[in-house]
């Protein structure tokens, strides 16, 4: 059977077509994370799972561990190794860390415990103690197309040493963007600047019989972009992500599950000039006071209602027992035109398509200058 020319690029448009990423939100939403096990049991793995079920591993174009370039193989930038990517369908996706577990013992494991220098980040590069096994945090991240419905972050314990991992919820939440575009602005009127929503929700309660959540401080700072940030960047030490110098002024509020201070709302506007926005968040125990329902009662209402959008913060650390042990960090960024930095790793069958569909067009364009 004869081909013509054209009938030879639509096949091979058709087979290369799957391996481009469906670009169906204009921007990007990126996180990174130091999380400290304080789920008293020795952690042997962790898991990002997104709930939304337009959701696959197409649009997830980085995960830390897995593609980042930090001059080493990306996978020995975390403890267990590089991630494995699953999707649920009708559900969403999982990125899943995971040790393996082999004659009765797991390879790798997270000590629980207090993090004693909060300023360093829980990865090789961000603490030199990392490599020692006796850090009892670790770093994970992931960037997506949009911003998934819901996203979750399980630490995996086997408490019995049966060889099953089993999800306990970290401390650490997610951060939902949404962006506001602007709307067309009125004739003589100045044009209005696109929004930046950015919102986190406090860990709910893992016992059903409890109406508040655990109880933590968090700081908030915040860094506008003038240009696009990339997953890697979003470690403590780099340049976009903020720090106490430069926003010396943020103050701690409350963060708990099942009251008024349950949720917290940042609105960013963007400048002419912006990109997008960084912010980190910082979480601490709350060891102040708590009521007979277990609502936290920063030094018996003093400075209640001091929060920023979000609502009631409460007072300061000092009024309430001072900080708590260290639970971790998140660092999100936001890129307002997210172009794919780097097109998800087609499947094996892809692959194979796409060289056999390369060869075919290499075959027809030797045998038309043998022709000639």
């Known amino acids: 059977m004869k081909l013509s020319r054209s009938t030879l690029t639509l096949a091979v448009l058709a087979v290369l077509a799957p391996c481009t990423p469906a670009m169906a939100q204009v921007f990007g939403s990126l996180a990174n994370f130091d999380a400290v096990n304080d789920t008293g049991y020795t952690a042997h793995g962790f898991e990002i799972r997104i709930e939304d079920s337009s959701y696959d591993r197409s649009k997830i174009y980085s995960v830390f561990g897995l593609d980042r370039n930090f001059g080493v193989p990306p996978e020995t930038v975390v403890r ?15 990125i899943r860390y995971a040790a393996t577990f082999a004659n009765g013992a797991w390879s790798k494991g997270t000590p629980t415990g207090p993090y004693a220098n909060p300023g360093d980040s829980c990865w090789p590069f961000g603490n030199a103690a990392y490599n020692s096994g006796t850090l009892t945090c670790d770093h994970f991240g992931v960037a997506t197309y949009g911003t998934p419905a819901k996203v979750s972050y399980d630490w995996l314990i086997d408490p019995t040493n049966s060889g099953v991992l089993t999800p306990k919820q970290a401390a650490i939440p997610a951060v939902a963007f949404a962006y506001v575009p602007p709307p067309a602005p009125l ?4 044009a209005v600047a696109p929004v930046v929503r950015a919102e986190i929700e406090a860990p709910k309660a893992e016992d059903d019989n409890r109406v508040f959540g655990d109880a933590y401080w968090v700081k908030i700072l915040t860094k506008h972009q003038g240009g696009n940030v990339e997953l890697l960047e979003l470690v403590k030490d780099n340049g976009k992500v903020p720090d106490e110098a430069e926003a010396p002024e943020v103050e701690f509020e ?50 209640r209602g001091r929060g920023e959008e979000s609502g009631k913060g409460g007072g300061s650390p000092d009024e309430c027992g001072g ?33 056999a569909g390369l060869g075919v067009l290499g075959w027809r364009a030797r045998r038309q200058t043998r022709r000639a």
């Open 187 to 190: 004739p003589g009127q100045p």
């Open 80 to 94: 267990y190794g590089a991630p494995t990517i699953t999707d649920l369908p009708g559900v969403g996706v999982t």
């Open 254 to 303: 409350i963060f708990q599950a099942g009251g008024e201070v349950g949720k917290k709302l940042r609105e960013l506007q963007l400048g002419a000039g912006d990109a997008g926005v960084v912010l980190r968040f910082d979480f601490y125990k709350y060891q102040g006071d708590f009521n007979a329902e277990g609502e936290a009662q920063c030094g018996l209402g003093k400075g």
């Open 323 to 355: 900080l708590g042990a260290y639970v971790g960090a998140q660092m999100v960024g936001f890129n307002a035109v997210q172009p794919p930095l780097a097109a998800p790793v087609p499947e094996p069958a892809s692959v194979l398509l796409m060289t």
